[in-house]
């Protein structure tokens, strides 16, 4: 071996092992760096009042149950005593849908994204018109024609993107309903018909899952947390359901959505914005923490509270009052151990709310001869052969009206109304050869008044020009804007 060769070894050898050393260096290094972490761990752990249930801690492999992000953005409700840290992890593992994403859903989602509720579910099967972005706050303008659980999950999306958000966007039916509530812990009805406010509730008592339910219509709201504590049906210890209190639908023709009563947006606010109050009370109690092997359940321990149904009345003084609610009614339809309503027969279809509910929209209560389509209406001469009375209200009456027209608002019963109509000098007593034709806003309360006007005739009771010919026009200023005027306002 040449000399050369075994120097040029050494060398070699001589900086592998300089190599090797520094290695060894930063390796030691590296686990002092670690063990001192450690110790530093240990250190702290002793140092904080830990002790949270490893459910709790998750998977998130920190000493903390909740993240940096969430300490900062739920700081403000969590350093309340009614919320704290155990009721905050409540909301995250809480799963709440809101079943309507209109003037109650829109707040009452916001608020409770807000709060960091772990999961939303939204149900709506409407789309965003422009008529309620007066108090529908999560919709927008540009978002006018779509989806209102899309434009919704927008919205919240952007106000707090932590949550999951689970959307439904169709209408609830009881076929439907049943799988969609199972996946929730608490049910939100936002919806504004007793024909949903029946499915909701039923549906609830058979999945046992507790109700905040509100309603809100022209300067009025109320609002009733049911089937709280949500036993099964029989239960007398559980809270009472919809039907408990009421029983009976409203008559079909006095229900009235806000598309025809009215609504002030900020009275509607104020119920969904409740509603979301209420949820979170449910929620974040009882105020101590019960843990089981299946995380952790919201409503196991609650104490029976007594339900009461909230009053709010926009323009009266006080503007809230309380009415307390009896429990659960012992010969319910849905709730008692005398319930007929089940889940077989919610799921295969028999019933139907609708009817229950004694809904025909539109209500078609008149022979073809009675009634006369707006464009045919238009056509006819305007020289006092015929006599139009608007059953509009006097408010939007006197927003848009026809020239020469009587304004005889429709009042829900037809005997008091033909007395007006009379008063008026809208039911002339001479109308012979006269025609008289009677309209409202989409044209069902004006077929209600030309039924009226047809009984008193046929009762011999009504003017002395005998055989009157009366018809209502068909679709009301709706059809009026549709098939004559394009002009005319669309509110
Ligand atoms: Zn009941």
Redesign the pocket.
């Known amino acids: 071996m040449a000399f050369t060769s075994i120097t040029d070894q050494i060398t070699l050898l001589h900086s592998q092992i300089a190599a090797t050393e520094s290695q060894l260096l930063n390796l030691r290094a590296q686990l002092s760096a670690a063990e001192s972490r450690v110790e530093t761990a240990r250190h702290l752990e002793q140092a904080y009042q830990g002790g949270f249930p490893a459910e709790w801690i998750g998977e998130t492999l920190s000493r903390w149950p909740l993240s940096g992000e969430e300490y900062k953005r739920y700081g403000r409700q969590m350093i309340m005593k009614e919320v704290g840290l155990h009721g905050q992890l409540r909301l995250k593992q809480a799963k709440v849908l809101v079943v309507g994403c209109g003037g109650l859903g829109c707040p009452a989602a916001a608020y409770l994204a807000g709060a960091g509720v772990g999961t939303i579910g939204l149900v709506d099967g409407d789309t965003v018109e422009a008529s309620n972005l007066h108090r529908q706050i999560a919709h927008s303008t540009s978002r006018v024609g779509l989806s209102k659980v899309e434009s919704a999950y927008e919205y919240l999306r952007e106000l707090n993107p932590l949550p999951n958000y689970e959307r439904h966007p169709f209408h609830l039916s009881p076929t439907t309903a049943p799988d969609v509530f199972s996946a929730y812990d608490l049910v939100l009805d936002c919806t504004d018909h007793p024909t949903s406010r029946y499915l909701i ?1 039923d549906t609830c ?1 058979l999945a046992g899952k507790p109700l905040v339910s509100a309603s809100a219509l022209k300067t009025e709201g109320q609002l009733i947390v049911l ?1 709280n504590p949500p036993k099964p049906p029989g239960d007398p210890t559980g809270g ?6 009421f029983p009976k639908p409203p008559p079909a023709d006095s229900v009235l959505s806000c598309g025809e009563g009215g609504i002030l947006g900020p009275v509607v606010g104020v119920m969904g914005v409740l509603q979301a109050l209420e949820a979170i009370k449910l929620l974040t109690s009882p105020s101590k923490p019960s843990v089981n092997g299946n995380g952790i359940s919201p409503f196991e321990q609650q104490e029976s509270p007594r339900a009461s149904m909230l009053l709010f009345s926009a323009f009266s003084s006080p503007q809230f009052r309380t009415i307390r609610m009896r429990a ?2 012992a010969s ?5 151990s005398m ?1 007929t309503i089940t889940s077989q027969h919610l799921t295969d279809g028999a019933l139907d709310y609708a009817a229950f509910c004694g809904l025909t929209h539109p209500i078609n209560l008149l022979s073809p001869q009675a009634r006369i389509t707006a464009a045919d209406f238009a056509r006819l001469p305007r020289d006092g052969s015929n006599i139009l009375i608007d059953v509009r209200d006097e408010t939007q009456y006197a927003m848009c009206a026809l020239r020469g027209s009587i304004n005889v608002p429709w009042s829900g019963s037809g005997q008091k109304w033909i007395e007006t109509a009379l008063q008026k000098g809208a039911l002339p007593m001479d109308v012979a050869g006269r025609e008289l034709f009677v309209v409202c806003r989409y044209g069902n309360d004006s077929q209600l008044a030309v039924k009226a006007i047809q009984d008193v005739m046929e009762g011999g009771a009504g003017p002395s020009g005998t055989s009157v010919n009366v018809r209502d026009i068909r679709g009301g200023f709706r059809a009026w804007r549709a098939e004559v005027d394009g002009e005319w306002p669309e509110y």
């Not at 319910?332 to 008692?336: G, L, Q, V």
């Open positions: 509730s008592v089937n009472p359901c919809y039907r408990c209190v659960r009614h319910c339809a849905a709730c008692s319930a």
